[in-house]
């Protein structure tokens, strides 16, 4: 292979993706070796009554919302009693992968996140191509979203690659004026992850721009998404019997429930004070207040429909009072904001500044991917 292939970035792409999956695989397994018997209270009824993995290098991605997944994926929405909180793209295509498996959820699930990983990779270098010009910023964006301390999300059984891999779709056919492309994938966002809905407003947005300059084909992009929406919510009105306020009472019973923007950091602050799960409102603090910041930058400095989408995520996130944690997974919550990676790019010019974004990242990975491993709770 040349010097001219091997410098391509599609190949520097499959190299960071080949490299960051050799080490969550490798760290995963090792951590649980090195913690081998411990489950939290209560481990069987987190199990939903899916088969226990006894692989030593899947057992550490068998945990938390993957059992959900797991759980929806072989019985329905019928498998516990808040399942209707989980939309159906990601357990859809799971349970129907799953014969290639011999029947795992658990691998079919891992199969989708890290197919949609790498395509998360490949995208967020197109979409930071388009806003900077150049391969060196646009692959150290790849590197940033890669090496993030919730990154491993993106390779477990959840549905954070699929919906991010989604989202990272619909706005680059925005850019691309592509409409009906871009409200499909829309679309298929919101099926995956509930914050998906608010690609509306992106879309709305880019719709009304074109519409000034003589185009109104941009509306058919916000058609689309709606009728990939009301599509499901009929179905499961008619065809499973449940109406879609259904979706609302299962956030309430996960212990859930919404309430104005900004009183779960007040909570959060309150409980450090008073001495209970301070470590971990500490750190839920901590990413809370942080992308509150690199929200309103990104607002400032990115075109603006990386603002609507960031802004109206941040306002969901800070509108969801959880429990038993007021800002509960707001960790894995935040990395869905992906063009802060934009703007660690434009900072990461400076190798000082590099190399910091780098040094917090690696520490961040090692942590939160070991305490995941181990049937801690990260998000």
Known sequence: MNTAHKNHPLIRIILVFLVVEAFL?????????????????GAIELYKGVAQQTNPWLEPWQRWDTLHYQAIAERGYTAFDTAYFTP?????????????????????????????????????????????????SAMRTVVYLAAYPAAFFLAAAYNESLF??????????????SWL????????????????????????????????????RGWLALGVMGLELAGYYLYQWIGLGQLPTTNLEALNQRGGYLTLPGL????????????????????????????????????????????????SLMLF???????????????????????????????????????????????GLLYFSAQFAIWGWIG
């Open 181 to 216: 492309v871009a409200g499909l994938f829309a679309g298929l966002a919101a099926l995956t992850r509930i914050p998906g809905i608010f690609l509306a407003l992106p879309l709305g947005y880019a719709a009304w721009q074109a519409w000034k300059k003589g185009s109104r």
């Open 25 to 41: 695989l490798t760290w995963a397994w090792g951590m649980r070796r090195l913690v081998p018997n411990y489950y939290p209270e």
């Open 88 to 136: 159906p793209l990601y357990p859809l295509l799971m349970g129907w992968l799953a014969p290639i498996f011999g029947g795992n959820t658990l691998v079919s699930g891992l199969f989708i996140s890290n197919l949609a990983f790498l395509g998360c990779l490949l995208m967020i270098y197109k979409l930071a191509f388009l806003e900077f010009g150049e391969e060196t």
């Open 264 to 311: 779960n950091i007040l909570e959060a602050a309150r409980r450090i004070s008073i001495g209970q799960l301070v470590g971990e409102n500490s750190l839920e603090l901590l990413f809370t207040l942080a992308f509150i910041v690199f929200t309103i930058l990104i607002w400032k400095k990115l075109p603006r429909m990386y603002g609507l989408y960031a802004a």
């Open 164 to 177: 991010l891999l989604a989202v990272m779709l619909c706005l680059y056919f925005i850019r691309k004026e």
């Open 317 to 363: 996130f800070l509108a969801r009072m959880g429990s038993p944690q007021p800002l509960i997974s707001v960790v894995r919550y935040t990395f869905e904001i992906f063009p802060v990676f934009f703007l660690f790019a434009r900072w990461g010019g400076r190798p000082a500044i590099h190399r910091l974004i780098l040094y917090l990242s690696w520490v």
